[in-house]
């Protein structure tokens, strides 16, 4: 396994990250302790999980993943072996309020006792008393995200970045949160939350993590840059696009107990030349005797923008097959072939 450096923190991180957001949904207790056991084996130390997880968002399943992580963190003894990323809620108009996140019901916004509800719940669940990451999930401000296609008319309410970075500065001056990050964020948000922490001498964003696959390459219009010219590295999530990149729901195919069959949540892959898009990465893929899965993985992880790409398996098997690909060697023919199939068919799934 190669590590890479988080921002400018110092902090090593694995460049494969292991994903949670299906303990506690689609995994028991008991899977998601062998996945860590097995991920850890493998170098992979460096985990992703989120106070609203497991996924799809409910009450009765908030925290949940937290919790598992906590127990399997208790039992093995290896916290200070293990880079711990966390995330808050943002604007909770996103999901219908979330108002069921907060004790007193409140709608979800990134406010300072928000905030340092969240941190302090999470630590609980997680049973440390320091996490090595925490993100931001989402925007407070109104934008589009989570693969929104049109404009969205913006509003001046959302929390000040300052006031942000001032409630997660008193987290750092305490221990609890060593560096920061942000998620689903876009130029502008990052742009202001750069100056902000050098006016005032408050936390520097160290990552960011956004969707990015084979079939949304729309970081590199505008983030990419800012990344690499800013020490802002990308935690690329859903690299599989949830699964499509497997090949696994081409012509209609829809596995039992896959996340389309339990949830069908899975609109943001499913727009307007998605599938041809798919079956085309999936086809080079298999012309070159490759594993789908492995293809896509290993095309996010030799992006030079990216610190980290984030993995999720509900199976061992799909978990071995995902860290497996961090190994496979990446030609300039792939390069050539996979940019090829971008320019005829460019970000479908945003």
């Given at each position: 396994?190669?590590?890479?450096?988080?921002?400018?923190?110092?902090?090593?991180?694995?460049?494969?990250?292991?994903?949670?957001?299906?303990?506690?949904?689609?995994?028991?207790?008991?899977?998601?302790?062998?996945?860590?056991?097995?991920?850890?084996?493998?170098?992979?130390?460096?985990?992703?999980?989120?106070?609203?997880?497991?996924?799809?968002?409910?009450?009765?399943?908030?925290?949940?993943?937290?919790?598992?992580?906590?127990?399997?963190?208790?039992?093995?003894?290896?916290?200070?072996?293990?880079?711990?990323?966390?995330?808050?809620?943002?604007?909770?108009?996103?999901?219908?309020?979330?108002?069921?996140?907060?004790?007193?019901?409140?709608?979800?916004?990134?406010?300072?006792?928000?905030?340092?509800?969240?941190?302090?719940?999470?630590?609980?669940?997680?049973?440390?008393?320091?996490?090595?990451?925490?993100?931001?999930h989402w925007p407070d401000r109104a934008v589009r995200t989570f693969g929104g296609m049109t404009f969205k008319d913006y509003d001046d309410d959302y929390e000040p970045f300052e006031?942000?970075?001032?409630?997660?500065?008193?987290?750092?001056?305490?221990?609890?949160?060593?560096?920061?990050?942000?998620?689903?964020?876009?130029?502008?948000?990052?742009?202001?939350?750069?100056?902000?922490?050098?006016?005032?001498?408050?936390?520097?964003?160290?990552?960011?993590?956004?969707?990015?696959?084979?079939?949304?390459?729309?970081?590199?219009?505008?983030?990419?840059?800012?990344?690499?010219?800013?020490?802002?590295?990308?935690?690329?999530?859903?690299?599989?696009?949830?699964?499509?990149?497997?090949?696994?729901?081409?012509?209609?195919?829809?596995?039992?107990?896959?996340?389309?069959?339990?949830?069908?949540?899975?609109?943001?892959?499913?727009?307007?030349?998605?599938?041809?898009?798919?079956?085309?990465?999936?086809?080079?893929?298999?012309?070159?005797?490759?594993?789908?899965?492995?293809?896509?993985?290993?095309?996010?992880?030799?992006?030079?923008?990216?610190?980290?790409?984030?993995?999720?398996?509900?199976?061992?098997?799909?978990?071995?097959?995902?860290?497996?690909?961090?190994?496979?060697?990446?030609?300039p023919e792939l390069e050539k072939a996979v940019d090829a199939i971008h320019v005829q068919r460019p970000n479908p799934c945003p």
């Amino acid at each position: 396994m190669q590590y890479s450096k988080l921002g400018r923190t110092g902090i090593d991180v694995s460049r494969c990250c292991l994903g949670t957001m299906t303990w506690g949904s689609q995994n028991t207790e008991a899977e998601a302790h062998a996945q860590m056991d097995y991920a850890f084996e493998r170098g992979v130390t460096f985990w992703d999980t989120a106070e609203m997880y497991a996924s799809p968002p409910r009450p009765e399943t908030q925290g949940r993943t937290e919790q598992y992580i906590g127990t399997w963190l208790e039992k093995s003894g290896k916290r200070d072996r293990i880079v711990l990323a966390s995330k808050v809620a943002g604007r909770g108009s996103v999901f219908g309020g979330l108002d069921w996140i907060r004790a007193d019901k409140s709608n979800a916004r990134q406010t300072k006792a928000q905030i340092d509800e969240a941190v302090e719940n999470s630590l609980k669940r997680l049973r440390t008393d320091y996490l090595d990451l925490y993100q931001l999930h989402w925007p407070d401000r109104a934008v589009r995200t989570f693969g929104g296609m049109t404009f969205k008319d913006y509003d001046d309410d959302y929390e000040p970045f300052e006031s942000i970075l001032e409630a997660l500065d008193v987290h750092v001056k305490a221990g609890r949160i060593r560096a920061i990050g942000l998620s689903n964020e876009f130029p502008w948000g990052v742009m202001r939350f750069l100056q902000e922490s050098e006016k005032r001498g408050l936390p520097r964003v160290a990552s960011i993590q956004n969707a990015y696959h084979l079939a949304n390459r729309v970081y590199e219009y505008g983030l990419a840059e800012m990344g690499i010219r800013e020490d802002i590295g990308l935690l690329a999530y859903s690299p599989l696009a949830q699964g499509w990149l497997t090949g696994k729901y081409l012509g209609g195919a829809l596995p039992e107990g896959s996340r389309k069959a339990l949830y069908n949540r899975m609109q943001r892959y499913e727009g307007p030349g998605a599938e041809e898009a798919f079956t085309a990465y999936i086809t080079l893929a298999r012309d070159h005797g490759i594993d789908p899965a492995q293809l896509a993985l290993k095309f996010c992880d030799t992006r030079p923008f990216v610190a980290s790409t984030i993995i999720g398996a509900t199976s061992m098997e799909q978990l071995k097959t995902n860290i497996d690909a961090f190994d496979l060697e990446w030609t300039p023919e792939l390069e050539k072939a996979v940019d090829a199939i971008h320019v005829q068919r460019p970000n479908p799934c945003p």
